[in-house]
T-cell receptor
Framework: QKEVEQDPGPLSVPEGAIVSLNCTYSNSAFQYFMWYRQYSRKGPELLMYTYSSGNKEDGRFTAQVDKSSKYISLFIRDSQPSDSATYLCAMSERGGSNYKLTFGKGTLLTVNP | NAGVMQNPRHLVRRRGQEARLRCSPMKGHSHVYWYRQLPEEGLKFMVYLQKENIIDESGMPKERFSAEFPKEGPSILRIQQVVRGDSAAYFC??????????????FGQGTRLTVV
């Protein structure tokens, strides 16, 4: 079983739709959770991070963490064509190794105008 | 303020040759991380370096791969005697602090290595 599982998609939605992206993980030591966005042929850019269970909102984006179920989600409201990209979840353990991120494979999202 | 600069963007090598990938961190950043993205795989941590020091190389293959971050100049990821399985996108990230939860790590655009 991989440490982090993420459905690669592809996921195609119409403009304005609510998008739900998810990851599950098996390592109970993961304490920090991140979502990155990666446009084609570009490097990943950090969208959101959180270290506690619950919801964190930033504009149209909401990150949700459920540590008891080892499940994290990213919701995108009012999706735009510019949101079309690959979304990567990433996690790290508490302590000195929190620079060492474990990534999911990424979900390719297309938002159609 | 330039971002993390990686070069070359694309690199083609024949089997058995050496590949050198360069990464210039953002201004003021002294922590550099290398990740590899194999086809159909997620990004995998390779190595974490500070100036002149390798801090954690637990993700580096035991043979043929090495990394350095000299006092002056870019960080270099070196792959000797490349094989087809080394074909991947190699990303570098930098931060001014190792605790990524307090300070964002910025990724470069990557070097896409193709071994023919």
């Amino acid at each position: 079983q991989k440490e982090v599982e993420q459905d690669p998609g592809p996921l195609s939605v119409p403009e304005g739709a609510i998008v739900s992206l998810n990851c599950t993980y098996s390592n109970s030591a993961f304490q920090y959770f991140m979502w990155y966005r990666q446009y084609s042929r570009k490097g990943p850019e950090l969208l959101m991070y959180t270290y506690s269970s619950g919801n964190k909102e930033d504009g149209r984006f909401t990150a949700q963490v459920d540590k008891s179920s080892k499940y994290i989600s990213l919701f995108i409201r009012d999706s735009q064509p510019s949101d079309s990209a690959t979304y990567l979840c990433a996690m790290s353990e508490r302590g000195g190794s929190n620079y060492k991120l474990t990534f999911g494979k990424g979900t390719l999202l297309t938002v159609n105008p | 303020n330039a971002g993390v600069m990686q070069n070359p963007r694309h690199l083609v090598r024949r089997r058995g040759q050496e590949a050198r990938l360069r990464c210039s961190p953002m201004k003021g950043h002294s922590h550099v991380y290398w990740y590899r993205q194999l086809p159909e795989e997620g990004l995998k941590f390779m190595v974490y370096l500070q100036k002149e020091n390798i801090i954690d190389e637990s993700g580096m293959p035991k043979e043929r791969f090495s990394a350095e971050f000299p006092k002056e100049g870019p960080s270099i990821l070196r792959i000797q005697q490349v094989v087809r399985g080394d074909s991947a996108a190699y990303f570098c990230a930098s931060s001014h602090d190792a605790t990524l939860m307090n300070t964002e790590a910025f990724f470069g655009q990557g070097t896409r290595l193709t071994v023919v």
